[in-house]
Structures are given as structure tokens and as C-alpha cells.
């Protein structure tokens, strides 16, 4: 007790010690860290652009005026802006370890995110989500935590692991927890599933939010899942969805990712009848979409240029999502909060010249500051690159006579259309075979079913980054082909292949669970850019992302047909056809 008690004081003495540095440079009787001189800088608070200078002690903003600081930069005539949030995000989709997608995007001057981890939970279970806050901790990009809700996303799908309340539940403990992830399984809700509802329970028996996932969802059924506590939505990809679930005191959350781009369509919420009730955030980024197109600041600047108030922008980029989580620290510049900012030049040409975290300069236009990669339990990472269990596939394993349902993709959307039957592969048609392969487990479940939209006019494309259980999807003009692709798949321990004429053309290695790389951003872009050129030559739809369309297809709640290990699902009714 007595070695506890000293610690306990030596760390409230430190705290002591922290806390009247702050009120110091705060009355200006000490000099600050940083001042960020002759600042203009966006007030949330009074929705306004105020001047001053900018003071920094301590990793937080402690005082806006006049201050004098060991290191002082002039940003006359730019804009300081709060660091950005992205409100929800599955870090597994940029296909890069955690830390490359801080690399990534400190530079857009996001530096805080909540991510749902139900990728690689999907995978590993429990050990996923472990993986995930070990390989987050203490990034220059604070990462938050929704627990996955829905592992698999509904009984109907085949995982790697099964999740119920209690496996989670002590994970509600961890500081940067924020509450449970989004509710996918809004058939369960709706129908008063017990095992559904009890983790609505257990979250709010923490005080914790609870994010939701119902697209279309109507009338009573919507307010019955509203009702149930579900307190946002990030599916809205029409005005009216959007305004009917608003009006019904859920946040929204407008989505522009690499699969799924609502915000034109929801645009016209970012005005101050509603733009309060609303937050950005991406759910899927592929890197090509990181490195060329940006990130939070990709939204805040298309939504400028359509015209929106900069001001109501800027704050559906931070301040909202900062409230929304309860982070009260964050999404401002004000004294207390802390100083994650970043610099530009104009509204106009939106062009970040530096990102502060914490007071730290982490990018200056050019490069970002290096770090290092956080540790991992070695039991953890030897466990997340051996997740397949499959045994070799050949041909006649995705052959079958009988009419299976055809699945139409609809480009930019990740819903589907029902487009009838088919009995045979006809490429001229633009009818491809489609299966979906368990790989956690050995246990040689094959759904199949057929693909329309897709395009592929000769070879096979598999992917292991399958939401969201994450077996392997594969479509093909042939089932010879269709085996390959699938059983390099296997080979690499997780990734992304394209087969032509009997040999790989083209293949995007994934380890770590089967969904994300060792290697550095740039590299698995250049990978995963040549893989989709090969796609496209072999026919695929250039309206669509041969991989990101193609990983949603095996997702049974979204509308409106999907392809599970075990058939087609009618996703409304919950029901194989």
C-alpha cells in the first residue's frame, strides 16, 4: 500500500506541477511553448473568424491574445483551424498498419479518429480488438474506439469469431473506448432479438454511445430502432433518409469513402437548420483515394466549394464530432483544449501548410515528422498472419447447375439491385460466377450465386477483404480461374489477386489478418493501382472499384441481395433465395 500511495502522490505532484505551468503562461507570467503569432482563427464557440495570437503550454492551448513563447511562428495572413475528426472509420480499409494511415493523414490534418475495429474482430475475435489498441497507442493521430456491435454482422453470416455482450464488455474499461460501434443488425433490433438489445443494454449501463447503420430504414421501424438507443447514422445516401432519421434525434453522420459517397446527395444538410446534428466522417478509404483525394479536409473543401457557409463546414469537421463523443478537449481553439491544429492558407484553395498535434509540429508542407510504430504482444502479431484455413479449391467446387440469384451492382452506392436468376456464366451478358469461401475455420462452406455490373469479360478476381467476415470473395468468367485467384489468396496469407489465362497478373499481399499490409502506404498503393489496371483490362467497370464494390458483395445488411458461405441473402427479409 505504501509503494501505491507514493506513486499515487508523485503522480498528482506531477499533474500539480503541469496544471500551475499552465495557469502561468496562460496570465502571461511565464512564456508559452509555441505562439502561433498574428493568428486569424476559426471560433466555433461564436461562429466567427477572431484574431490573436495563439499560445501553447503543455500540449494545450492555454491562452488566445498576446503572448510571448520559446518558439513563435507568424502566420499572418493564414487560417487556424481545429484538427479534424473523423467521426466513424475502420482503420483496416486503408489496408495499412495504423501507422501508415497516421502518416497518411496527419498531411489533411485530421488527427483524431473513432474507428470500429469489426474488420479484424471479425477475424480474431477479441485478440483483433486488442491488436488494434496496441498498434494505436500513443500515434500522433489520436485514435478512439467503437467495440464492433455485430461479429458476425448478423447470425445468417460465417466469421472468424462470435461476439456476445460479455466478450466485449470489459473493453468498455479502456480509456479511449467510446462506446459500441455501429448497430448493423437493424433486422434484430427492430425485432426485439434479446441477444441484439443486451449490448444496446451494456453499453448504456457504461454511459456509452451507441452508433447506428440502417439504410432506408422507415416509419415505425425506424423509430423503434431509434428508440432502442441507437443515437446516429452514417448510411444516409438520400436527403429525405437523412432529415427523416434528424428529425427523430440521431446524428448524422454524411459519409464520402472510397465505396460509398453520400455527401452531394447531403449537402443540402450543412446549413444552419441542421448542420448541428452533423459530422463527416469517411468508413472506407482505400490509400490511392488517401493520397490523391485527401481526407477530412477532401469533405470540408468539396463542401466550401458547393458553396457552404466555411465556417459551418470547419465545424462538421471537428467541433461537432468532438461534442458527439463526449472528447471535450478537442474540436476547438480555446484555452483548455488541446493543441491540434493546423494552418492554411485560404478557404478558397484549402492548401495545409502545417499540422500541429499537441503543440507539435508533425507537418510542415512537405514532410511528415517521423515516429515510431507502437508494440505489439508478439503472441498478437504471430497470430494475426496466420488466420486462413482452407484447403486448396479447384474448379468443380464453384460449379453447380442449378439458377442462383443474380446480384446487380449499382455504381458509387454499396446497395445492390435483385436482377432475377441465372443457371451459367455469360460474360457477354455481363453475368459472372460469384462465391464466397469460409477460410476461418476449414469447414468448406462455398456460397455461390452470380454478379451483374461487374464487367469482367476473361480471368477471375479474389479478395480476402470481404465484409464483413472477411472470408474470400472471388468472381470469375471461369471456375478454373476462380480456384487460382482463390488459392493464391491463401498462399499469401490474405490480399488481393487477378488472375488472366491461367497466371497471376496481379496481386496486393495482405498478412496482417488478411487485410492489411506490412508495407509503407505508397507501396501497397502502387500494388493495389496496378492490380486495378489489370482488372480494368480484363473488362471490369471503370465506374466502380474492382476490389472496395467487390468486398461489400458478401455484406448481409445491406440491400438488396448479398452473397454469404451459405447462398444469396434477401437482405429485407433476411432470408436465402
Same mark, same amino acid.
Given at each position: ?19 500551475? %505551468?499552465?495557469? !502561468? ?32 503550454? !503543455? ?102 469469431? &462470435?461476439?456476445?455482450? %460479455? ?108 448542420? !448541428? ?36 463546414? &470547419? ?67 504471430? %497470430? ?89 470473395? &472471388? ?15 491463401? !498462399? ?86
Amino acid at each position: 500500500m505504501r509503494n501505491y500511495n507514493e506513486s499515487y502522490t508523485g503522480k498528482i505532484n506531477r499533474k500539480l506541477a503541469k496544471k500551475l %505551468r499552465i495557469v !502561468e503562461v496562460a496570465a502571461g507570467r511565464e512564456q508559452a511553448d509555441l505562439v502561433l503569432k498574428n493568428a486569424s482563427y476559426v471560433n466555433v464557440f461564436s461562429n466567427q473568424i477572431c484574431q490573436g495570437d495563439i499560445a501553447v503550454a !503543455e500540449g494545450l492551448i492555454v491562452g488566445l491574445g498576446r503572448y510571448a513563447g520559446k518558439e513563435e511562428v507568424d502566420v499572418t495572413g493564414k487560417i487556424v483551424l481545429p484538427g479534424f475528426i473523423d467521426a466513424h472509420i475502420h482503420l483496416e480499409s486503408s489496408l495499412v498498419s495504423p501507422k501508415e494511415f497516421a502518416k497518411a493523414v496527419l498531411p489533411h490534418g485530421t488527427t483524431t479518429v473513432v474507428t470500429d475495429p469489426h474488420e479484424i474482430a471479425n477475424v480474431m475475435g477479441t485478440d483483433g480488438i486488442e491488436y488494434m489498441l496496441q498498434a494505436t497507442e500513443g500515434l500522433p493521430v489520436d485514435v478512439r474506439f467503437m467495440l464492433p456491435s455485430c461479429v458476425p454482422s448478423t447470425p445468417m453470416d460465417e466469421s472468424g469469431a &462470435v461476439l456476445d455482450y %460479455r466478450s466485449i464488455d470489459s473493453f468498455y474499461d479502456h480509456p479511449r473506448v467510446q462506446g459500441l460501434a455501429e448497430m448493423m443488425n437493424y433486422p434484430g433490433v427492430i425485432g426485439g432479438d434479446p441477444q441484439v438489445i443486451e449490448k444496446i443494454v451494456a453499453a448504456q449501463a457504461h454511459h456509452k454511445k451507441i452508433d447506428g447503420h440502417a439504410p432506408g430504414l422507415v416509419g415505425n421501424d425506424l423509430n423503434a430502432y431509434v428508440a432502442a438507443g441507437v443515437y446516429s447514422d452514417h448510411e444516409c445516401s438520400e436527403l429525405d433518409d437523412a432529415i427523416a432519421k434528424l428529425e427523430r434525434g440521431q446524428f448524422i453522420m454524411i459519409r464520402e469513402g472510397t465505396a460509398a459517397r453520400n455527401l452531394k446527395a447531403l449537402l443540402p444538410l450543412l446549413t444552419p437548420q441542421y448542420a !448541428e446534428r452533423c459530422m463527416f466522417c469517411c468508413d472506407d478509404k482505400h490509400p490511392s483515394d488517401l493520397l490523391n483525394e485527401g481526407h477530412i479536409d477532401d469533405l470540408v473543401k468539396r463542401a466550401i466549394a458547393a458553396g457552404v457557409d466555411p465556417i459551418i463546414a &470547419v465545424k462538421v469537421a471537428c467541433h461537432h464530432a468532438a461534442r458527439y463523443y463526449l472528447l471535450n478537449n478537442r474540436g476547438a481553439i480555446a484555452p483548455g483544449y488541446l493543441a491540434d491544429f493546423m494552418v492554411i492558407d485560404s478557404f478558397e484553395s484549402f492548401s495545409i501548410e502545417k499540422v500541429f498535434k499537441r503543440g507539435e509540429l508533425m507537418y510542415d508542407g512537405r514532410a511528415v515528422k517521423d515516429f515510431p510504430a507502437p508494440e505489439i504482444d508478439p503472441y498478437l502479431v504471430k %497470430r494475426a498472419h496466420d488466420t486462413f484455413h482452407v484447403a486448396s479449391l479447384t474448379g468443380s467446387d464453384f460449379m453447380d447447375s442449378r439458377p442462383r440469384g443474380v446480384i446487380g451492382i449499382v455504381p458509387g452506392e454499396i446497395v445492390t439491385k435483385d436482377c432475377g436468376y441465372a443457371k451459367e456464366i455469360d460474360p457477354a451478358a455481363d453475368i459472372l460466377k460469384i462465391a464466397v469461401i469460409e477460410r476461418h475455420k476449414n469447414t468448406r462452406h462455398i456460397g455461390i450465386g452470380y454478379l451483374k455490373g461487374y464487367g469482367l469479360k476473361s480471368g477471375a478476381v479474389a479478395t480476402s477483404i470481404s465484409h464483413d467476415s472477411h472470408n474470400i470473395i &472471388v468472381v470469375g468468367a471461369s471456375e478454373e480461374e476462380m480456384a487460382q485467384a482463390a488459392n493464391r489468396v491463401v !498462399e499469401n496469407h490474405g490480399g488481393i489477386v487477378v488472375c488472366q489465362k491461367g497466371a497471376v497478373a496481379a496481386e496486393v499481399v495482405l498478412s496482417i489478418a488478411g487485410i492489411m499490409s506490412d508495407a509503407p502506404l505508397q507501396q501497397v498503393n502502387e500494388q493495389l493501382e496496378h492490380a486495378k489496371e489489370i482488372a480494368f483490362t480484363l473488362g471490369v467497370n471503370r465506374k466502380i472499384d474492382p476490389f472496395m464494390t467487390l468486398s461489400f458483395m458478401s455484406l448481409p445488411v445491406i440491400p438488396t441481395l448479398r452473397l454469404t458461405t451459405r447462398g444469396i441473402i434477401d437482405v429485407g427479409s433476411q432470408q436465402y433465395i
